[in-house]
T-cell receptor
Framework: DTAVSQTPKYLVTQMGNDKSIKCEQN?????MYWYKQDSKKFLKIMFS???????INETVPNRFSPKSPDKAHLNLHINSLELGDSAVYFC?????????????FGNGTRLTVT | GNSVTQMEGPVTLSEEAFLTINCTYT??????LFWYVQYPGEGLQLLLK?????DKGSNKGFEATYRKETTSFHLEKGSVQVSDSAVYFC?????????????FGDGTTLTVKP
């Protein structure tokens, strides 16, 4: 009954590889997000999709490509991984348009690039 | 643009001590304010929220009051427990700007010792 689930939980890979992280939400929310959390716990938004449409695209290298096949799924593909990509990536969802609608986060994917 | 500034950590307290984590914000519209908590190895989860001035959010013994005059949303708890050890994030969401994108503070790590 997990509301926002992402896989895998851990991802260890070498520089130059391509990897994907999957996210699914069963809350019926229209908006989904990807956040990056660095080793100091700072959170930075990467992307936001509303009903499969990209609405927020922060200054993220174009090696990162989000894909939303439907409003319940938002996947993140990363090409040519670099050491600096090592972080915890969080998927989240919300239902904007309602005052005070909070974010619902997944448990994160810890990516380690060696 | 919108911003959130929260008290730098880490914060270390003894069990049953009083907790305050300061949070101030800058916003161009009328934001909703949130506190999220992140336990080790988990994603962020909503702790409490307030959607308009003078509202008080409360949950699990934690409280925060939306103070428009001081643009603050300080988190308080009267008697902390070891299980409260976590990272706490103050955040705002402003529907009038940026598609309701959430803006997060840098997080404050709390450690409660027995």
């Amino acid at each position: 009954d997990t509301a926002v689930s992402q896989t895998p939980k851990y991802l260890v890979t070498q520089m130059g590889n391509d990897k994907s992280i999957k996210c699914e939400q069963n809350l019926g929310h229209d908006t989904m997000y990807w956040y990056k959390q660095d080793s100091k716990k700072f959170l930075k938004i990467m992307f936001s999709y509303n009903n499969k449409e990209l609405i927020i695209n922060e200054t993220v290298p174009n090696r990162f490509s989000p894909k939303s096949p439907d409003k319940a799924h938002l996947n993140l593909h990363i090409n040519s991984l670099e050491l600096g990509d090592s972080a915890v990536y969080f998927c989240a969802s919300s239902q904007p348009g309602q005052g005070g609608s909070p974010l619902h986060f997944g448990n994160g994917t810890r990516l380690t690039v060696t | 643009g919108n911003s959130v500034t929260q008290m730098e950590g880490p914060v270390t307290l003894s069990e049953e001590a009083f907790l305050t984590i300061n949070c101030t914000y800058t916003a161009t519209g009328y934001p909703s304010l949130f506190w999220y908590v992140q336990y080790p190895g988990e994603g962020l989860q909503l702790l409490l929220k307030a959607t308009k001035a003078d509202d008080k959010g409360s949950n699990k013994g934690f409280e925060a009051t939306y103070r428009k005059e001081t643009t603050s949303f300080h988190l308080e708890k009267g008697s902390v427990q070891v299980s409260d050890s976590a990272v706490y994030f103050c955040a705002l969401s402003d529907l009038s700007t940026n598609a309701g994108k959430s803006t997060f503070g840098d997080g404050t790590t709390l450690t409660v010792k027995p």
